[in-house]
């Protein structure tokens, strides 16, 4: 019988070795003018926290690296996505 793992049984596999520079960076500037905020949904991770001056706080040590919040943030240039420096971010394992 084939057992579907959980969301959550399936994180506990993943470890994160978080380098000293954000692979992602959010430009709050831009983002206040944001009409959508697709990004705060679109995060599987829930990294994407609206602020109350109207900006994004963006925490990045728990990124999966998906490209999903780059893809389909509508105002250019808001946030800049790079590969983690080498040997650092998300690491899948076997679970």
């Not at 905020?37 to 829930?46: D, I, Y």
């Not at 943030?73 to 690491?91: L, Q, R």
Request: overall charge negative; proline content about 5%; hydrophobic content about 30%.
């Amino acid at each position: 019988m084939h057992h579907e793992m959980s969301f959550a049984d399936r994180m506990s596999t993943v470890e994160f070795d978080v380098g000293d520079r954000p692979h992602i960076t959010v430009d709050t500037e831009i983002c206040r003018s944001c009409t959508t905020r697709a990004c705060v949904p679109a995060c599987p991770a829930k990294l994407f926290v609206p602020t109350d001056d109207g900006g994004i706080l963006f925490n990045y040590e728990q990124c999966f690296e998906c490209g999903t919040c780059y893809q389909l943030c509508n105002s250019a240039g808001a946030i800049t996505w790079t590969y983690p420096d080498g040997g650092h971010g998300v690491v899948f394992r076997k679970g």
